[in-house]
Structure formats: structure tokens, C-alpha cells
């Protein structure tokens, strides 16, 4: 390995940049060799060894330096019995080693929550049944013997898995939710100034008040269902693509299709 010399004269107080630290050395002269790739701590002055500095972690051992900070500590660890979770066990709603219920971590999404890939398409992935298997776990009548704490993190994490269940199962708010995920602002109350939407619409709901019968109306039902669907799709492949605007126009295609739905479910 290549060796580089590299002489420090410190009449008074100077800095040694060590990567982004900076150390402050008081001597009368110093010098010392280490290699410029992988520098070793026993070639430094004895200060440094005191303070067991390694440099290949970049962590000074201070306090308050450290590469984690006593709140990410507190944060991937039990409340009650300290114990660590690594990142891949997430999410962290219950302890494996205590079984108490863990505080709301809002940096976990509903896709997380469930063990779920990040995709629209969620089809056949058992969700109902991982739904039942955290209520079980979480739900505020199972924990009523335990301390007012962990009964109050049962309910804002039981409630938080209902609202994350209730999203993943409906396409359009799975749809919205997924794109906000991805940073694309979703505004659900935006005008449509799509004319040929904008006709179809107005053309669904003459025809809907213009049927005299439950059989009549069921029958548009299932074209606007029909209709819905193909504008998932369309919002499946916008969304693989990256083509947020057509994905966006998807999503407004769906909201109106399940409008007109909702209506015609009142009238039945």
C-alpha cells in the first residue's frame, strides 16, 4: 500500500481535518506517518487513541457526534424494554421481545404497515387477513390490563391501521394515497376542465334519471363500473411509467365514475 508522509508543525494550535471533523491538537511539534487510504489509530498522538477515534466509521466517540443520535436511538428501540429493532423488521407497532405496543411512527406508510410492496396493484395479497392479525394485536379491547401509556398507543395505532386498511382497499384512495407517497401533489376538490369527461358525465346522469326501474339502473351500474376499472388501468400503467399527468387524469376519471356510482346507489 502506498504510504503517505505527512508533517504537522504545531508551534501553537492547529487543526487537523480528519473528513468532515475537525480536532483540535496543542503541542510544541508533531509528526507522524500514516497511510493516506487506511489510516490506523496507533499512529496518532495519544489524545486521539483516548478518544477512540476511528476514522474508517466516521465517529468520534464525543458525545453528541456520534453517527446516531439519542433520539433515532430511542426511536428504533422499545419503549418499555430497550430492546433494538433493525430497520429491515419494520414496522415496529408492537415489540417482538416484550409485546407492548409501540408509539405512532408516522415515517411508516400504509403499504409498510401490511408488509406490502409499494404498487398499486394489490390484488391477492391477503390484506383483509393481515388486517385482522394487527386488531388482534392492537386493538384497545385486548389491551385494557395494561398501563394508560401502552392503551393509548393501542388506540393511535389501531386507529392508524384502520385508515391505512380503509385506503388500501379502495382503488381511487389507494391511487391518490400512492401518488402523495411519490411527492405529486393531489388535489381532489380541482375542477375538471375536461370537455369530453365533462359530456360523458352529464350523459351518465340524464340516463340515470331517465330509468324507471332497480334493473334499468343496475345495468348503467355496471358500465360505470366497467368504465372505472379501465381508468384503473390506465392509472396502473401511468403510474409504472412515471406519467404523473396521466396518472392525475386517471385519478380524475375515477373519482367521477365513482360518483356517478354512489348515486345511483342511493336511488336503488
Not at 426511536?75 to 405496543?101: D, R, Y
Not at 376542465?193 to 365533462?198: I, M, N, Q
Not at 346522469?205 to 345495468?219: G, N
Not at 386517471?250 to 354512489?262: F, L, P, Q, S, V
Request: proline fraction near 3%.
Amino acid at each position: 500500500m502506498l504510504m503517505k508522509k505527512l508533517r504537522i508543525s504545531t508551534p501553537f494550535s492547529q487543526r487537523l481535518l480528519l473528513g468532515r471533523r475537525e480536532i483540535v491538537i496543542s503541542s510544541s511539534k508533531t509528526q507522524f506517518d500514516f497511510p493516506s487510504i487506511s489510516p490506523k489509530v496507533e499512529q496518532f498522538p495519544q489524545f486521539i487513541q483516548s478518544r477512540k477515534l476511528n476514522f474508517l466509521r466516521n465517529d468520534l466517540g464525543f458525545s453528541g457526534r456520534t453517527l446516531f443520535s439519542t433520539e433515532a436511538a430511542k426511536k428504533n428501540s422499545c419503549w418499555n424494554c430497550c430492546n433494538g429493532v433493525s430497520s429491515n423488521t419494520m414496522p415496529f407497532l408492537v415489540c417482538t421481545a416484550c409485546g407492548c405496543v409501540q408509539p405512532v411512527d408516522q415515517s411508516v406508510d400504509f403499504f409498510q404497515i401490511f408488509g406490502l410492496e409499494k404498487k398499486y396493484e394489490i390484488e391477492g395479497e391477503n390484506l383483509e387477513r393481515k388486517y385482522k392479525d394487527w386488531q388482534r394485536k392492537l386493538h384497545p379491547d385486548l389491551v385494557h390490563t395494561k398501563s394508560q401509556k401502552e392503551r393509548e398507543y393501542a388506540a393511535e395505532q389501531s386507529a392508524r391501521v384502520i385508515d391505512a386498511y380503509r385506503t388500501l382497499t379502495d382503488p381511487l384512495s389507494r391511487a391518490i394515497y400512492i401518488l402523495k407517497l411519490e411527492g405529486v401533489h393531489v388535489d381532489e376538490e380541482e375542477k375538471i376542465d375536461d370537455v369530453e369527461l365533462l359530456t360523458e358525465m352529464l350523459e351518465i346522469r340524464e340516463t340515470v334519471d331517465e330509468a324507471d326501474d332497480s334493473q334499468a339502473l343496475k345495468q348503467i351500474q355496471g358500465q360505470i363500473q366497467g368504465k372505472f376499472e379501465q381508468s384503473s388501468i390506465s392509472f396502473t400503467d401511468a403510474f409504472q411509467s412515471r406519467k404523473y399527468e396521466e396518472a392525475l387524469a386517471a385519478i380524475r376519471r375515477m373519482t367521477y365514475y365513482k360518483r356517478a356510482n354512489e348515486e345511483i346507489v342511493r336511488k336503488l
